[in-house]
């Protein structure tokens, strides 16, 4: 095999014949002639690509590898690792984009040649993007350094041939953006544990947040830059400025950034300690962006003790975020705006009540926003947004502060609501954006007329912040949102469960007839589906606007609640239609979902399958109760050490006459209508109770 073959694991041979890895094992169990490891371990062995390949064509798994699916493989399995090919990539692509009448004449050359005669070609639309770089060409480190991407050599290039003469070929089609885009993303979704990303939608508020001020943000900063997510979703400025830790990450943001923006935006990318070695200490930024690592102690606490950002205190060795929240202010103009994502405890610990006592007094912190747990790792608590202004500019210190709470389930302005179970798939982005731009608008306004929102948001006096605890914690300091109505909201919600209640007693099923088990010949979906009577789709991917149904909204009977990536490259996703059967096949319990029209239309999120029935063969009440019981869903499951998952395709149904199959389908609807009131009822009943709770204890309900 050649030295820089490609190799790939059993998880990339399934992924290419789109099988689990179980089968990849039979394959290995059963085909004397199924390729032999090449490298890896003993329990992790890995197999050449190209040999792969071929097996897999030769025994009909495989028709042809998906372009893009081998352009990864070729990533995963390069020689110097994932990230230094990213990097080659990065910049052939950026040539790519740059001069696209350059890359067919480089192309045309032998491997060797190739490699020599781009790495000039790579200089010179590096020298033009990003500055010069270091006299010897190393990675940079300071500010004095250069730009963060170092030009790579014709020997550091060859091995990257193959891999960069096919990624020419992907973005032919997709474009240089799109294909940078879906690399890196495979990338990080193959690393979770070795990155700390923020999520796209969080970017996007972020960025929302500084982008509401009056003037346009013309300079930005990110000092704690990671993959580049927050430069990335910011609109249109002059200049971007990142700075990373990690040379790596500093060389695919630049580049990521380099992709994204015209090459009319400036843009400087630099590697260094931030708060040790600040790369741009002249900046006098517009605005900044900032996700900072969380309760770092080795921060610089002992060399930093005179430094002059510490304008607002000298922080505590465990207030690294307070170190963050300083230099950011150190980078802005005056007036200029920062936005950080901070750990909920930086708003209530002793430590930092000091910093942020004068940070409010001077007027420098405007508002601390609460998010729902589940908007950014780590994913189980809710994190904070918190927002800055520049003193001085002729403006006085603002009286107040905006508290702002999304991270527990009150109404939002939009409509939507934020679910009190977090995580990720279950955020209803719309609702948060809305709550909290809403809010900060109506802040920022000169008359202010609305800017308090029960239960969501509150301007609150500094001067009842200043107390012994200075603690900004907005749930402290706002009403719960069964309370923030009053007791007339708690009439109000007794009055629908009441109604609610009676509504359940009339959907009581009748009593039961029993009868001996049934014997009827049976069939499997699998079956089903061969013969045409109905259709799988497997949800998970797209791109666009649209609302998306996640596992959280099947089984809790809700609408759907996620979003899909607005970025990537571009997908169909797969839309759900009215008569659809929507089951999980993560979890192992029973749960099916019937579309009716206000679903349809959403996209089929990750971990459901669709089943489509054929309406004039199936009736999709009938297929979803069966698909319910038990004993169907035991047999239909696989148990692994830490997940129970459903095989759609082996669950069992009657084969019964499409009459038959409407009676039984009457029957399981009406048990869903009667699962759904119970379900609300629940709902209610909760909140009443601690509705009551609240008021009586807090006086705003006599007891009687």
């Not at 990230?83 to 045309?108: D, F, M, N, Q, Y």
């Not at 999120?605 to 309406?615: C, T, V």
């Not at 009131?677 to 006599?702: E, F, H, K």
Request: net charge negative.
């Amino acid at each position: 095999m050649p030295e820089n073959s490609t190799e790939v694991t059993a998880a990339g041979i399934a992924r290419l014949a789109g099988v689990g890895r179980a089968a990849v094992s039979n394959w290995r169990r059963r085909h004397a002639d199924f390729p032999k490891p090449v490298g890896g371990t003993e329990t992790s062995p890995s197999f050449a690509l190209s040999e792969v390949e071929r097996w897999l064509r030769d025994q009909g798994k495989l028709a042809e590898v998906p372009l893009r699916e081998r352009v990864w493989q070729q990533v995963a399995g390069h020689p110097a690792g994932a990230v230094p090919a990213l990097v080659h990539t990065g910049c052939a692509l950026l040539l790519l984009r740059t001069s696209p009448k350059t890359w067919p004449e480089i192309a045309a050359a032998p491997d060797e040649r190739m490699a020599d005669v781009l790495s000039l070609a790579l200089d010179k639309v590096l020298t033009a993007r990003f500055g010069p770089a270091a006299e010897d060409g190393r990675t940079v480190h300071t500010a004095e350094d250069g730009r963060a991407v170092h030009t790579p050599s014709g020997t550091e290039l060859l091995p990257s041939v193959p891999l960069l003469r096919a990624v020419a070929e992907l973005a032919a089609g997709t474009g240089a953006g799109e294909t940078f885009e879906f690399l890196l993303g495979r990338q990080l979704d193959a690393n979770p544990r070795q990155y700390t990303l923020t999520p796209p939608e969080l970017a996007e508020l972020m960025a929302a947040l500084v982008e509401a001020g009056e003037r346009p943000a013309r300079a930005v900063l990110d000092p704690a830059a990671g993959t580049g997510a927050l430069l990335r979703a910011v609109a249109g400025p002059a200049a971007l400025y990142a700075q990373e830790t990690d040379p790596d990450l500093a060389a695919l943001t630049a580049l990521r950034l380099a992709l994204h923006t015209d090459t009319g935006c400036a843009l400087a990318a630099r590697t260094a300690d931030t708060l040790r070695a600040d790369a741009f200490p002249h900046l006098a930024a517009d605005a900044v962006l900032c996700h900072p690592p969380f309760n770092e102690r080795n921060w610089g606490h002992d060399e930093l003790a005179y430094d002059p950002r510490w304008e607002y205190g000298f922080p505590a060795r465990t207030e690294s975020e307070l170190a963050w929240v300083q230099h950011a202010l150190a980078h802005l103009r005056e007036g200029g705006t920062a936005v950080l994502l901070m750990p909920p405890a930086a708003a209530s610990r002793r430590s930092g009540r000091r910093i942020r006592a004068d940070l409010l007094r001077r007027g420098a912190l405007r508002a601390v926003i609460a998010l729902p747990a589940g908007a950014a790792p780590p994913y189980g608590i809710p994190l904070h947004l918190w927002v800055l202004r520049k003193p001085g500019g002729g403006t006085h210190p603002s009286p107040e502060l905006l508290l702002v709470d999304t991270a527990e389930p009150a109404e939002m302005p939009s409509g939507g609501q934020v679910s009190a179970a977090g995580g990720r798939d279950r955020l209803d982005w719309q609702a948060v954006h809305g709550a909290v731009l809403d809010a900060w608008q109506s802040f920022e306004s000169p008359g202010r007329p609305a800017a308090d929102r029960p239960g969501t948001g509150r301007a609150v006096p500094v001067i009842e912040l200043l107390d012994d605890d200075v603690d900004l914690a907005p749930a402290r300091h706002l009403p719960p949102p069964a309370a923030a109505g009053g007791p007339g909201e708690l009439i109000r919600v007794r009055e629908r469960l009441a109604e609610t209640l009676g509504r359940t007693g009339a959907l009581t099923p009748p009593a039961v007839t029993l009868s001996d088990p049934a014997h009827w010949p049976l069939t499997t979906v699998g079956e089903l589906a061969r013969a045409g009577a109905l259709q799988l789709r497997t949800g998970g991917s797209g791109t666009g606007p649209g609302p998306v149904l996640t596992e959280h909204d099947v089984l809790g009977s809700t609408a759907p609640s996620g979003s899909l990536p607005t970025d990537g490259p571009s997908e169909e996703p797969v839309l759900v239609e009215p008569g659809d059967v929507v089951v999980p096949v993560l979890g192992g319990g029973s749960a099916a979902r019937v579309i009716d029209d206000a679903t349809a239309g959403a996209a089929l999120g990750r971990n459901l399958q669709l089943l489509r029935p054929d309406p004039a063969a199936l009736d999709p009440w009938f297929l979803a109760g069966f698909l319910r019981g038990t004993a169907n869903n035991r047999q239909a499951s696989s148990y692994a050490s830490t997940a129970t998952r459903l095989d759609a395709r082996r669950l069992q149904l009657p084969r019964l006459p499409l009459a038959e199959q409407q009676r039984y389908g009457e029957r399981f609807r009406a048990l869903a209508e009667f699962e759904d009131a119970l379900r609300l009822a629940g709902r209610l009943g909760g909140q009443l109770v601690q509705g009551m709770y609240d008021g009586l204890t807090d006086g705003t309900v006599a007891p009687k």
